[in-house]
Structures are given as structure tokens and as C-alpha cells.
């Protein structure tokens, strides 16, 4: 089992090939009506299992991907609320391998002629903890209080910084192409 500590320290958001994402949004919402948003903050103070070099990495590589799509982040007073909730989960995968040796033929058994023929199998099992990590952001009208959209990361945490460096970025990309609106070229 792994301690807060390494947990606080080699946070990443999935970071992993096997990274999943969902996006849902209202579908009558007029996003072109929406120019600024702005960070209410995390839910729960789900961000106390982030150190601060990954919560940095995050904060930029979203705003780059607003920024790419026109919105502006304001402190105050924007058209859209963000908010953002992070979960960490101890996972274990089980994996087996079976072996079979031996034996020749196939049949109906000794009696018509056939029979397995002998042989046994041996199957061996594995079992991997890991830590699944999943961020939600949740964007609404910052007026009316209506959930506009909803992104969901999830995916297996990366201990290694260098690679959460790289990860990050990514990850929000990947999350981002579920948001309904456009980057500009």
C-alpha cells in the first residue's frame, strides 16, 4: 500500500496510454454566448492529494486549452464557473496465463478410437497494485448555476514526475477534444 505521502508527491491524472474520457453537455447551450470563465476551486479539497508542480501543470494546461478556444480566465465575474474534483482509488489487476503441455489426439475417448492423450496445464496468476486516478471538471453558467459540461479523466497515476511533465498536457488535450467548442486555427 502505498503512503499519502508518495500518493501527494507522485500524483498524475492518468497520464497513461490507457487514459479514458467522457464529455456530456447540454445540447441547447450556445457556448458563443460565453467569453470568460473563471476557477471556483476544487471540490472538497480534492486537490490536497496534488502536489503543487502537478496542480501548476494542470491549472496551464487547461487555460492553454481555453485560450485556444477564445475564453479568457478572469478572477471574478466570468460567464463561466469551473470547478474541478479529483479522485484517487488502490486498484489491483489480476492477470493469468495458462500453459498446456503435452497430450496428442483428440476424440470421443479410448473406446471409439480417440482420448486426449495425456497432458496437463498449469495456469499462473499475477496481481498488480496501482493507484487509478480520475478528474472531473464540471463548467456552469456562472448566473444561473446550470451544468454546462462535464469532463471526466481517468486512468492509471504515474509516480515518475518527468512523465507527468509530459502527461498532463496531453491528458487535458485529450479531455478537451470532449468539450463542444472548437479550437480556433
Known amino acids: 500500500m502505498k503512503n499519502i505521502l508518495t500518493l501527494v508527491l507522485a500524483f498524475s491524472l492518468v497520464y497513461s496510454y490507457g487514459q479514458k474520457v467522457t464529455g456530456d453537455y447540454e445540447k441547447t447551450t450556445d457556448f458563443s454566448k460565453y467569453k470568460t470563465y473563471q476557477f471556483v476551486g476544487w471540490q472538497d479539497d480534492s486537490d490536497k492529494v496534488m502536489n503543487d508542480f502537478d496542480k501548476?501543470?494542470?491549472?496551464?494546461?487547461?487555460?492553454?486549452?481555453?485560450?485556444?478556444?477564445?475564453f479568457e480566465l478572469v478572477e471574478s465575474g466570468g460567464d463561466m464557473?469551473?470547478?474541478a474534483y479529483i479522485v484517487v482509488d488502490q486498484k489491483t489487476s489480476t492477470t493469468a496465463y495458462t500453459n498446456y503441455y503435452g497430450g496428442a489426439g483428440y476424440g470421443r475417448g479410448r473406446r471409439y478410437g480417440g482420448g486426449w492423450?495425456?497432458?496437463?496445464?498449469?495456469?499462473?496468476y499475477s496481481e498488480n497494485d496501482y493507484l487509478q486516478g480520475t478528474l472531473v471538471l464540471d463548467m456552469y453558467d456562472a448566473q444561473s448555476k446550470d451544468l454546462l459540461w462535464q469532463?471526466?479523466?481517468k486512468g492509471t497515476v504515474s509516480e515518475k514526475p518527468e512523465k507527468r511533465e509530459k502527461?498532463?498536457?496531453k491528458s487535458i488535450k485529450k479531455?478537451?477534444?470532449k468539450f463542444p467548442v472548437d479550437k480556433v486555427k
Do not use: D, N
Open 56 to 70: 501548476k501543470r494542470l491549472r496551464e494546461s487547461f487555460q492553454e486549452e481555453m485560450r485556444s478556444r477564445q
Open 117 to 124: 492423450g495425456g497432458g496437463h496445464a498449469s495456469t499462473t
Open 81 to 83: 464557473a469551473i470547478s
Open 167 to 169: 502527461k498532463i498536457p
Open 151 to 153: 469532463g471526466v479523466a
Open 175 to 177: 479531455l478537451m477534444k
